[in-house]
């Protein structure tokens, strides 16, 4: 801990004058006493002396300002410090010893607290990890991540504009790239697909760190005949070879070729963690993986930037720079860089992505259910005064000073605070630990896990809400001696009945903002997942397969393997229809050219997503074919390029003509003849914007990866034994990877909407428990306190139901006032939630509804339990009460 | 520039001012030593803290009954390690205050000699 870092908080509050005059002074001594102090009894009576110099920092603050102010303190009438000191302390033990002698009251209070204060600490271990936790690289807060967008939409940069930023941009110091690659690992146990980067040289420089075992690549890396070399992961490198450093200077066979291993990377390092959405196993040079795309400035191979900020510049300042190079890349290149921009972010905004936004609302939400633990407590807390309304009229008559009985309850309240604190940070791990499957899916991967920041979030909010809780009840401490009159009298009945009021009706109107915001949440995931995204996913297995370029260099290798297995896994039981694409929709990924019809100008090309297919993909899909045909055994190699079309192309270039029959240029094709159109398929998710999309057959573009759809059944993951089993009848040196299936595709963009569904509904369900604790605590009391009335009128001839149902209603009253307050406060809040949810108005008068409706009810039931005691109360019993 | 005031300006003196300049009547000090030998003139019962001490010996300082002497290390008053001298104003004061304390304990001694029957 920094040397006296409490205390050079608290001197940085005092008159300026102070400070410099004897601040050091102050210090000095303080330092010295501990010291005196650590001598005399060790490191404990340091701390305690410590301690004691901070209090008495604290206590002499306001007579510090006082003295600036120029008032004459009189030094005579100042009472002493150190026995206010002496006076906290016993204080302090009493209002223990008062706790712990009316147990169902401090548990109540602590438990109340402390599930509110745990799920609030529980929300900020989240946000702390996700969003506040610097990513875990030396200047990580210079990283920023660079790409282009064309006209508005994010797509990734090409080499030759590449080379253009590293040779005109002087607001990076490092400026690097990379890409995605997968490669085929055989030749070292089970042959796998590993992923990895393609980077260039400086890339892990850039990054700032030294490599584990060995190097990284030199400047030859990005070259086009760079040297096939690789660099492993820590993870891969422990995983497939123990961790042997023997392995430096051997050779892995990757895709049939030869590569040396020259390096591992640090520990933990699974570069980008979240930028690009998967982790890697292992990096090559970027230089040898581009081909025609090195001089190709049309082309966006899935190229990313990343640069290091100098020292001197901030994003904004940088931005302005990519700003002013992005028009001068469009003025000399006017044919490919219209309407391209350079768009940069932070590398750690990044990486938390859309999360941020919903770990917002998460902590909105629980810092409602925090405001109504806490009102329920200091209710809890005024409650007890009234009841020791008598006691606390003897101490005033005794001589006790009012400030003496406020400090007394704000102290208690502290340590219902501290109780809490140590109730939350238990339930808060207990929580996070439960949540663990929700939570998986979240950049940064959270963990439960305590450390000291937590558990001092923990500590100082416990502090904070217990003395917020203290504050109503302290206020209210009675000034005059009220003994004699005591409760009974009819003026500080209606003040207590009214402050009790509010609180109650603030608690109700605050869940029920709650409840409404988790409906309207619920019902939005529900919209959302009942969107249609042109693709029927339901027992659709996927997975990918990847054939090495040795020993498939001639396509007809490749056409004809494929095909094989299709015909395989046709014959397997339970598969109706099997296909393949070279992009699955909503991976979050796609390959966009720039399709134009033929005699289009220049402009005439739009951005397109571009795919090849296995025959049999939408089929298997279930892609509605609209016109004209699917891919048949005719189109194959040698005969026209042919394409199938979705119907936003068809719209786009030939309005209500009928496409087929016509021919569009694109994607090295110079003329390609439209045979079908297909239903659009939202491809990067149902709430995400798509583009136009094209398919060619793989006949005749035969790529040596790709996906495999197989609709089944049932249980599409059941297929795959099997399928691996031909798989490797086919080629053992081919593996099998990624399997899955659509619907867990599709599972895995409503991740977001689920998580904030699911979450807001927690911490509705909370408030709405505790408000529920709230309002019952309010019945009981009063019924409590009105034994004597209720036996009156029940003597007087008053029938039990009419006096409950009086009696009810009068003290239901606030509560269902808050009801109405609090759906009146939800129609405002709701517009804030506009962002989150989809296909259901911010003002969804069935969730309004559903909500209010449902809380009325639970605190008419809540609210019916104490009062159904009425009816059991003995009037002569009652009136004879005190 | 403290003001000139007669010693009975500043008493009754708070228990605390005493014990501070009565410490000082045998020479300057400063800080820790300050506070050690307030502890023994008080028989063990009080030590100041940090902030009371420098916020007295402040207001002491303007009030005239204090000085503070240049510190060896830099010569600038106030840093740590400032001895603080008692002033002739201050003498003054402690020894009013000595003269009240005198007259009261005789005053009180007296009434107790004649109530105890």
């Known amino acids: ?882 | 520039m403290p003001r000139r005031r007669s010693p009975e300006d500043h008493i009754p003196l708070h228990p605390r001012v005493l014990l501070l300049l009565s410490a000082l009547l045998e020479g300057p000090l400063h800080g820790a030593a300050l506070v050690d030998r307030v502890e023994a003139l008080s028989g063990g019962r009080l030590r100041l803290g940090p902030a009371t001490l420098y916020r007295t010996l402040d207001r002491l300082v303007r009030d005239g009954l204090l000085r503070e002497l240049e510190s060896e290390a830099d010569g600038t008053p106030g840093r740590p390690g400032t001895p603080y001298r008692i002033s002739i104003e201050g003498r003054e004061a402690v020894a009013a205050e000595l003269a009240r304390l005198d007259a009261l304990g005789r005053a009180v001694a007296s009434a107790l000699s004649r109530g105890g029957e």
Do not use: C
């Open chain 1, 1 to 882: 801990m920094q040397d006296l870092v409490v205390h050079r908080a608290l001197l940085r509050l005092y008159p300026r004058s102070f400070r410099e005059r004897r601040g050091g002074a102050v210090l000095e001594l303080a330092r010295a006493e501990a010291h005196r102090a650590r001598g005399a009894g060790g490191v404990a009576a340091s701390l305690v002396a410590r301690t004691r110099s901070a209090l008495d920092l604290l206590v002499n603050l306001p007579l510090a300002w006082r003295d600036a102010a120029g008032e004459h303190t009189h030094l005579r009438n100042v009472p002493m410090n150190d026995r206010t000191l002496e006076a906290l302390a016993l204080d302090t033990r009493l209002a223990l010893r008062r706790l712990l002698r009316a147990p169902g009251f401090t548990a109540a209070a602590v438990l109340t607290l402390g599930i509110a204060l745990g799920a609030a600490t529980a929300v900020f271990g989240l946000v702390d990890q996700v969003m506040l936790r610097p990513l875990p690289y030396p200047h990580a807060d210079r990283l920023v991540a660079l790409w282009e967008s064309e006209d508005g939409r994010d797509i990734s940069v090409s080499w030759p504009n590449f080379e253009d930023w590293t040779a005109r941009l002087n607001s990076f110091d490092q400026l690097a790239a990379y890409s995605r690659t997968t490669l085929t690992l055989t030749g070292a146990g089970d042959a796998a697909r590993l992923r990895g980067l393609g980077v260039t040289a400086n890339l892990l420089g850039t990054v700032g760190l030294e490599p584990h075992v060995g190097r990284w690549f030199g400047p030859a890396a990005d070259r086009a005949d760079g040297p096939a070399e690789v660099v492993l992961t820590h993870a891969l490198w422990t995983e497939r070879f123990g961790g042997d450093r023997a392995v430096l200077g051997r050779s892995l066979m990757l895709d049939g070729e030869p590569y040396q291993i020259v390096g591992v990377a640090p520990p933990g390092f699974r570069f980008p963690d979240g930028i690009v959405l998967i982790s890697s196993d292992f990096f090559v040079p970027l230089g040898p993986l581009l081909g025609d795309e090195r001089t190709d400035r049309n082309s966006h191979p899935g190229l990313y930037g990343l640069g290091r900020l100098r020292l001197e510049t901030d994003l904004d300042m940088a931005r302005a720079e990519l700003d002013a190079l992005s028009s001068a890349l469009e003025a000399e290149h006017p044919d490919v860089n219209t309407g391209y921009r350079i768009r940069s972010e932070g590398a750690l905004d990044v990486v938390v992505g859309d999360t941020g936004s919903t770990l917002l609302l998460v902590t909105i939400a629980v810092g409602l259910v925090l405001l109504v633990a806490a009102a329920n407590v200091s209710g809890l807390f005024l409650a007890r005064g009234w009841a020791r309304e008598a006691d606390t009229g003897v101490q005033l008559a005794l001589g006790a000073g009012r400030t003496r009985l406020a400090r007394q309850v704000i102290i208690e309240s502290l340590l219902v605070g501290l109780g809490a604190a140590v109730a939350g940070v238990g339930t808060s791990w207990f929580a996070l630990y439960a949540a663990a499957p929700i939570l998986e899916g979240l950049p940064r991967a959270p963990a439960p896990h305590l450390d000291l920041r937590i558990a001092g979030f923990a500590l100082v909010g416990a502090l904070t809400v217990g003395v917020l809780v203290g504050v109503l009840p302290a206020l209210r401490t009675p000034r005059g001696h009220a003994l004699g009159v005591g409760d009974r009298s009819v003026a500080s009945g209606r003040r207590e009945g009214r402050l009790r009021d509010l609180l109650v009706a603030a608690e109700v109107a605050l869940a029920v903002v709650l409840v409404v915001g988790a409906t309207l949440l619920t019902r939005s995931l529900r919209a959302v997942e009942g969107l249609d995204a042109g693709i029927r996913t339901s027992d659709v297995l996927t997975f990918n397969v990847g054939l090495p370029e040795v020993p498939y260099d001639e396509p007809e290798l490749a056409i004809s393997f494929f095909g094989r297995l299709t015909a395989e896994m046709s014959s397997l039981p339970g598969v109706r229809a099997v296909g393949g694409v070279s992009v699955l929709p909503l991976s979050g990924s796609g390959s966009q050219s720039g399709i134009a019809p033929i005699g289009g100008g220049p402009d005439a090309g739009i951005p397109t997503d571009v795919a090849v297919v296995l025959p049999g993909y939408f089929e298997a899909m279930e892609i509605e074919l609209m016109r004209g045909r699917l891919f048949d055994d005719n189109d194959r190699a040698g005969a026209g390029p042919v394409a199938v079309v979705d119907e936003r192309l068809a719209r786009t270039f030939f309005g209500d003509d009928d496409p087929v029959g016509q021919s569009v240029q694109g994607w090295g094709f110079d003329a390609i003849e439209i045979v079908g159109v297909v239903r659009h398929v939202k491809h990067y998710g149902v709430l995400q914007t798509s583009r136009e999309q094209l398919y060619v057959p793989h006949a005749q573009r035969p790529f040596r990866r790709m996906h495999l759809v197989a609709r089944t059944d049932s249980d599409p993951l059941g297929l795959v034994p099997a399928t691996r089993e031909r798989l490797s009848g086919l080629d053992p040196n081919v593996p099998l990877s990624s399997p899955s299936t659509m619907d867990e595709r599709v599972a895995r963009t409503l991740r977001g909407p689920r998580t904030a569904a699911i979450l807001g509904s927690t911490m509705a369900a909370l408030g709405a428990l505790l408000s529920l604790v709230g309002v019952h605590a309010l019945v009981a009391y009063a019924v409590s306190r009105r034994t004597r009335e209720i036996g009156l009128r029940m003597a007087l001839g008053a029938s039990g139901g009419s006096v409950r149902s009086s009696m009810l209603l009068r003290t239901l009253r606030p509560a269902l006032a808050g009801v109405a307050a609090g759906l009146a406060a939800a129609a405002v809040a709701s517009r804030g939630l506009q962002a989150w949810i989809h296909g259901v108005s911010a003002l969804d008068p069935a969730s309004f509804l559903v909500a209010g409706g449902g809380l009325v009810v639970v605190i008419l039931v809540a609210g019916a339990i104490p009062a159904s005691r009425i009816t059991r109360v003995d009037p002569v019993q009652a009136l004879r009460s005190d």
